[in-house]
């Protein structure tokens, strides 16, 4: 019952930047963890960044130094900020939240539908 819907992809330059936001709703009692993924034409699905509730974070190597992860808890929403675009940034850009339903509960991990990135050199 738990919804995330990513926005913010488009058509940008090299060297271009994009803010990408992820909004998760539904009955949710808190969301431990929070992260970005990205899937190439032909590629698997990669970690981009992750966060966690108390801001911990994870980047891959490749986006080190040009893309911040944050997030709204207040909210519920994620972010990444993407600058000095490369053309191989280009990749569906995935939202995922490991959610708790209830106190004590167990996690579980929700996908967002994904928005497409695209860098052009």
């Known amino acids: 019952q738990v919804l995330l819907v990513e926005s913010g992809g488009g058509l940008v330059q090299a060297g271009g930047s994009l803010r990408l936001s992820c909004a998760a709703s539904?009955?949710?009692?808190?969301?431990?963890?929070m992260g970005w993924y990205r899937q190439a034409p032909g590629k698997q699905r990669e970690l981009v960044a992750r966060?966690?509730?108390?801001?911990?974070?994870n980047y891959a190597d490749s986006v080190k130094g040009r893309f911040t992860i944050s997030r709204d808890n207040a909210k519920n929403t994620v972010y990444l900020q993407m600058n000095s675009l490369k053309p191989e940034d280009t990749a569906v850009y995935y939202c995922?939240?490991?959610?708790?339903?209830?106190?004590?509960?167990?996690?579980?991990?929700?996908w967002g539908q994904g928005t497409q990135v695209t860098v052009s050199s």
């Open positions: 966060i966690t509730s108390v801001g911990s974070t």
């Open positions: 539904g009955s949710i009692f808190s969301i431990p963890s």
């Open positions: 995922d939240a490991v959610v708790r339903l209830l106190p004590g509960g167990g996690p579980y991990a929700y």
